[in-house]
């Protein structure tokens, strides 16, 4: 990349330091404490306590805060690490459009990504999001290069299985995705044999990558491909009957000691005298019989966690508020923008890349997958840059070239 591109785009990463040193604060939000706690299990020799085990996070980004707790540097250096990290999403996001279309549209769509200002929400703190964006366009642009294969191909493979491995271990929730992108890949492979070639390598290796760590899983827990112990209480929540929930998760503890659980509270206060595996499984067993029960009420929390990842909208027991907007107005129009261009996009499908399809479908399993679980828009943040790319593309290529005609 040239120089003038990077003076080009280098306000970007101004904005985003400024944002993170004005926003942080010296309490810790959400998270936080959480991958603090893991990685200052780490430089102590282990991730999770024998005794107590806590497999809720994977270990990826934990793994970047070690040097900081490590070698005691103030953890804002840590925070602006985010703005690095979203500012490289830009530079991979452009290089990856020019792969489509011209440099003047790719700066502009560059910036479109880069000025997505949901992701400032979560800029400056100590949490998964902004790295998780960083790494789905690292993959995006090495999967593109190898795929191609115009220069680099074994380098740009193993970037991308690489990039793609280590999302798992930051999210385990994408392990299940690379599983179910690569049985999609392989049943594909009927029509098309370039996913076999090119999608299930890619998806195979980084699976490949995660196996130390589900060795590890193992060792603590006995189960095989057990990836962490979150998703139990997600679900549960997911289920609930309540009439008054939308699926939103709530905390354990915090949903004892507060009005309006009362359905809950006699399964919640059985749920905390067990331990962490435990009670992932007694989670899972209840979500599964509140779903046979009222298969419709699931659907009507489901259709609302695709409400609150797009729109933030709508929340259990809480009022209607302005903040509302600042998800919703530009998801509303990156959702309009994108179904707009599924049509133009189906009548020119054949001249569709493979690459763009991959992602399409790649994005579509992370969507569907994360809207079964409880749901925030911080989960729609890793399938923005796919979403983007194919606006770019129809707009530029598809769209474009009709009006010429």
């Not at 959480?34 to 990826?60: C, E, K, Q, V």
């Not at 060795?215 to 009439?243: A, C, E, P, R, V």
């Amino acid at each position: 990349m040239s120089y003038k591109t990077l003076l080009k785009l280098s306000p970007l990463f101004f904005l985003y330091v400024l944002l993170v040193l004005v926003l942080s604060q010296n309490t810790f939000h959400g998270d936080e404490g959480r991958y603090l706690m893991f990685a200052t299990n780490l430089l102590n020799g282990y991730y999770s306590p024998h005794s107590d085990i806590n497999l809720w996070n994977g270990p990826g980004y934990p793994i970047l805060l070690v040097p900081f707790l490590g070698f005691h540097i103030p953890l804002i250096f840590a925070k602006l690490l985010n703005a690095l990290f979203l500012f490289l999403s830009v530079i991979y996001f452009y290089r990856t459009l020019l792969f489509f279309t011209n440099s003047r549209f790719s700066m502009g769509f560059a910036y479109v990504f880069g000025l997505y200002f949901p992701f400032f929400s979560n800029l400056y703190l100590l949490n998964t999001e902004i790295f998780s964006v960083f790494l789905i366009c690292g993959f995006m642009f090495h999967f593109i290069n190898y795929v191609r294969g115009t220069s680099g191909k074994r380098s740009n493979f193993l970037a991308s299985f690489l990039y793609l491995g280590y999302l798992a271990l930051t999210k385990v929730f994408f392990g299940w995705v690379l599983v179910i992108c690569l049985f999609v890949s392989l049943v594909l492979s009927l029509f098309r044999r370039r996913f076999l070639k090119l999608s299930a390598p890619v998806y195979t290796a980084a699976i490949l990558i995660c196996i130390p760590y589900l060795i590890y899983t193992h060792s603590l827990t006995g189960k095989f491909f057990y990836w962490g112990n979150s998703g139990g209480q997600s679900l549960y929540w997911m289920s609930t009957l309540d009439k008054e929930e939308f699926g939103d998760w709530f905390g354990t503890e915090w949903a004892l000691t507060q009005p309006g659980f009362e359905t809950h509270k006699d399964f919640l206060s059985k749920t905390v005298k067990l331990s962490a595996l435990q009670q992932d499984a007694e989670f899972r067993k209840q979500a599964i019989k509140n779903i046979k029960s009222n298969p419709k009420k699931y659907m009507i929390n489901w259709v609302s966690n695709v409400g609150r990842m797009l729109f933030s909208y709508p929340y259990s027991y809480t009022k209607q508020k302005l903040s509302t907007c600042f998800y919703a107005i530009p998801n509303m129009f990156l959702l309009v923008i994108f179904l707009f261009c599924l049509y133009p996009a189906f009548l020119c499908r054949k001249s569709i890349p493979f690459e763009v399809y991959s992602f399409l479908i790649f994005g579509a399993v992370t969507f569907f997958g994360s809207s079964l679980l409880s749901a925030y828009p911080r989960q729609l943040f890793p399938i923005v840059p796919i979403m983007l790319l194919f606006i770019a593309y129809v707009m530029t290529n598809i769209v474009k070239t009709n009006l010429v005609r």
